[in-house]
């Protein structure tokens, strides 16, 4: 999702106020329960089915209107049904069978008592009218609204982007991660010549009398809420059939039709991208529903088969390389890490905010991995190694669960380093490559822990890498590699780490360091894989003192070597 880092002038006033690691985040409020609690009450005894969402922009006073039709299966006795929709959007009329229902407002939510909710196993469809200005977007895509602006020819171009903010921030509908629609529906109606382009397929253009034309687009699979998009703006389109691993998909790109041309040159980097992922993670997750870049007025969002492309028309992040290593100027950041999000947070999907870790470190390690199929293993290494810089350990990357609360922005290049470090202990890439296409498909079209993925991990991988994400998603810490060499002895121990953090670590002993490309890398020496504990233990060696030790940088750990070490 939101690229969250700090890479202009412009842009830190921007992210500050959400990134400030100075927030009290232990507060919660009541209507972060009510946002954030996946198994409340009103939530736990139905299960989305289909949204038949339809909405009616209005830019010239920045209003929508419509409705929701939600259809949901009763998977336990009905009782009150919880529905949010964030102030100051009001709630029209709730219906149920052609008869209104009483809707008790609660802050950014709301309860009815439906009449006939539905036997266990059956199914119900309630309505929910609505209309109202919903909060603009100022700092799209990190505040979360909708973005009502023109384009540099006057157009009116519109846009949602609500991650963490909510999709309640503009339709009605069970607001959490937790559940998805198995399908859904997104009618948006909007005044012409604009064209609305949202998620799925394009099923049908509806002109009207009063000169405002409704696009129909059908997402035929589970969607997560904040992916859902309205988008419209004065596009044209083109676009081109991709041979993947699961036959032939549909590759769509709505640029504004004034940027055509750059965008036929650089959308190109699409099929790149697609043949690394794919081989990486697995098929492309929604080959019924196709890809498309849609150009937005914000830098970008994965929103499911209609990803946000705000970048500008060139590579890096907007012209810059967050890896500080000039890698990250030789493709399109937003192209690709926010199609990665196809993979890991889309088709994979965090039940709970607190981990959105999911979502955000694979799409940071996804970066990794389209450098290194486009210029090899070393270079994505040295993308992923780079990316270091901007982990700030302010607070821990899983955030408060049941509140809507989202961790540290370190799940970005702390947890891609994590994933990196952990590929470094597999110490196998095809079994890696396995590990990661296996999460695709055990898991695929689903909501899920953290802890699913960290299990999933550990048992493929044949050993248990808990402790090592403990330290590294629910602490500040990094760890710490403690050494001395004397008399030809090393002692050496993990310092900084939780409990039972016994992490393999490779050191090279002797060689000799020298600067290539910028770097600094040993020759010679011999490589050897350490087993610390919290625990000094000894091991003979013939190098003579500490600045021979040299710990493999592709882990992301300290070294420090001591003056002394405690006799036992
Ligand atoms: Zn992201």
Same mark, same amino acid.
């Given at each position: 999702?939101?690229?969250?880092?700090?890479?202009?002038?412009?842009?830190? &006033?921007?992210?500050?106020? !959400?990134?400030?690691?100075?927030?009290?985040?232990?507060?919660?409020?009541?209507?972060?329960?009510?946002?954030?609690?996946?198994?409340?009450?009103?939530?736990?005894?139905?299960?989305?089915?289909?949204?038949?969402?339809?909405? $009616?922009?209005?830019?010239?006073?920045?209003?929508? &209107?419509?409705?929701?039709?939600?259809?949901?299966?009763?998977?336990?006795?009905?009782?009150?049904?919880?529905?949010?929709?964030?102030?100051?959007?009001?709630?029209?009329?709730?219906?149920?069978?052609?008869?209104?229902?009483?809707?008790?407002?609660?802050?950014?939510?709301?309860?009815?008592?439906?009449?006939? *909710?539905?036997?266990?196993?059956?199914?119900?469809?309630?309505?929910?009218?609505?209309?109202?200005?919903?909060?603009?977007?100022?700092? *799209?895509?990190?505040?979360?609204?909708?973005?009502?602006?023109?384009?540099?020819?006057?157009?009116?171009?519109?846009?949602?982007?609500?991650?963490?903010?909510?999709?309640?921030?503009?339709?009605?509908?069970?607001?959490?991660?937790?559940?998805?629609?198995?399908?859904?529906?997104?009618?948006?109606?909007?005044?012409?010549?604009?064209?609305?382009?949202?998620?799925?397929?394009?099923?049908?253009?509806?002109?009207?009398?009063?000169?405002?034309?409704?696009?129909?687009?059908?997402?035929?699979?589970?969607?997560?809420?904040?992916?859902?998009?309205?988008?419209?703006?004065?596009?044209?389109?083109?676009?081109?059939?991709?041979?993947?691993?699961?036959?032939?998909?549909?590759?769509?790109?709505?640029?504004?039709?004034?940027?055509?041309? *750059?965008?036929?040159?650089?959308?190109?980097?699409?099929?790149?991208?697609?043949? =690394?992922?794919?081989?990486?993670?697995?098929?492309?997750?929604?080959?019924?529903?196709?890809?498309?870049?849609?150009?937005?007025?914000?830098?970008?969002?994965?929103?499911?088969?209609?990803?946000?492309?705000?970048?500008?028309?060139?590579?890096?992040?907007?012209?810059?390389?967050?890896?500080?290593?000039?890698?990250?100027?030789?493709?399109?950041?937003?192209?690709?890490?926010?199609?990665?999000?196809?993979?890991?947070?889309?088709?994979?999907?965090?039940?709970?905010?607190?981990?959105?870790?999911?979502?955000?470190?694979?799409?940071?390690?996804?970066?990794?991995?389209?450098?290194? =199929?486009?210029?090899?293993?070393? !270079?994505?290494?040295?993308?992923?190694?780079?990316?270091?810089?901007?982990?700030?350990?302010?607070?821990?990357?899983?955030?408060?669960?049941?509140?809507?609360?989202?961790?540290?922005?370190?799940?970005?290049?702390?947890?891609?380093?994590?994933?990196?470090?952990?590929?470094?202990?597999?110490?196998?890439?095809?079994?890696?490559?396995?590990?990661?296409?296996?999460?695709?498909?055990?898991?695929?079209?689903?909501?899920?822990?953290?802890?699913?993925?960290?299990?999933?991990?550990?048992?493929?991988?044949?050993?248990?890498?808990?402790?090592?994400?403990?330290?590294?998603?629910?602490?500040?810490?990094?760890?710490?590699?403690?050494?001395?060499?004397?008399?030809?002895?090393?002692?050496?121990?993990?310092?900084?780490?939780?409990?039972?953090? $016994?992490?393999?670590?490779?050191?090279?002993?002797?060689?000799?360091?020298?600067?290539?490309?910028?770097?600094?890398?040993?020759?010679?020496?011999?490589?050897?894989?350490?087993?610390?504990?919290?625990?000094?233990?000894?091991?003979?060696?013939?190098?003579?003192?500490?600045?021979?030790?040299?710990?493999?940088?592709?882990?992301?750990?300290?070294?420090?070597?001591? &003056?002394?070490?405690?006799?036992?």
């Amino acid at each position: 999702m939101r690229p969250t880092t700090l890479v202009s002038a412009a842009l830190v &006033s921007l992210i500050l106020p !959400a990134a400030a690691g100075a927030q009290d985040t232990t507060h919660f409020t009541h209507a972060d329960t009510l946002r954030g609690d996946i198994n409340a009450p009103g939530r736990a005894w139905w299960d989305a089915e289909f949204y038949d969402l339809h909405v $009616a922009v209005n830019p010239a006073d920045s209003s929508v &209107s419509g409705w929701n039709a939600i259809t949901y299966r009763v998977v336990s006795a009905p009782r009150e049904m919880q529905l949010d929709l964030r102030e100051p959007i009001a709630i029209d009329s709730v219906v149920q069978d052609g008869r209104h229902v009483a809707a008790r407002r609660d802050s950014n939510a709301f309860f009815v008592r439906l009449p006939d *909710a539905g036997r266990v196993g059956g199914r119900g469809t309630v309505t929910v009218y609505f209309h109202g200005r919903p909060r603009v977007a100022h700092h *799209a895509p990190w505040d979360g609204g909708v973005v009502w602006t023109r384009d540099s020819l006057g157009n009116t171009y519109v846009a949602s982007a609500v991650e963490g903010f909510g999709a309640s921030g503009w339709w009605p509908l069970k607001d959490t991660e937790a559940d998805e629609p198995d399908s859904q529906r997104v009618a948006i109606t909007i005044p012409d010549p604009i064209i609305d382009v949202s998620n799925g397929r394009l099923r049908s253009v509806t002109h009207h009398p009063d000169h405002t034309t409704t696009w129909e687009w059908f997402v035929t699979n589970p969607i997560n809420s904040y992916d859902v998009a309205l988008n419209a703006g004065s596009y044209t389109h083109f676009g081109w059939i991709y041979e993947g691993e699961n036959g032939p998909l549909t590759m769509d790109f709505w640029p504004l039709a004034y940027h055509r041309q *750059a965008a036929e040159q650089q959308f190109k980097q699409a099929n790149a991208m697609m043949s =690394c992922f794919e081989h990486w993670f697995g098929p492309y997750p929604w080959y019924r529903d196709g890809y498309k870049l849609v150009e937005t007025p914000h830098l970008g969002m994965e929103h499911q088969s209609a990803v946000a492309y705000g970048n500008r028309y060139q590579n890096g992040y907007l012209g810059t390389d967050l890896s500080g290593t000039g890698l990250g100027l030789l493709w399109d950041f937003i192209i690709v890490h926010e199609s990665a999000h196809e993979w890991w947070g889309n088709s994979l999907t965090s039940k709970d905010h607190a981990d959105m870790w999911i979502h955000e470190s694979f799409a940071n390690y996804a970066e990794a991995i389209y450098t290194e =199929c486009r210029f090899g293993k070393e !270079a994505g290494a040295k993308y992923q190694i780079g990316s270091r810089k901007r982990v700030r350990n302010d607070k821990p990357i899983v955030g408060h669960f049941g509140v809507n609360d989202e961790g540290s922005g370190d799940m970005y290049y702390k947890g891609g380093n994590m994933l990196h470090t952990i590929r470094q202990l597999v110490n196998d890439d095809e079994k890696w490559r396995g590990i990661l296409r296996g999460l695709q498909s055990t898991f695929r079209h689903q909501t899920v822990t953290g802890k699913q993925v960290e299990d999933y991990i550990s048992q493929q991988a044949g050993m248990d890498l808990s402790p090592v994400f403990a330290e590294y998603l629910t602490t500040t810490m990094i760890p710490s590699l403690e050494y001395r060499v004397e008399n030809g002895t090393l002692a050496y121990r993990w310092t900084d780490v939780v409990p039972n953090f $016994a992490m393999p670590v490779r050191v090279t002993l002797g060689g000799s360091t020298l600067t290539r490309g910028g770097s600094t890398v040993v020759e010679g020496g011999d490589s050897v894989v350490l087993h610390p504990t919290a625990q000094w233990q000894t091991m003979p060696t013939t190098i003579r003192d500490a600045s021979q030790l040299h710990v493999d940088e592709n882990y992301y750990v300290t070294a420090r070597p001591v &003056s002394s070490v405690p006799q036992p």
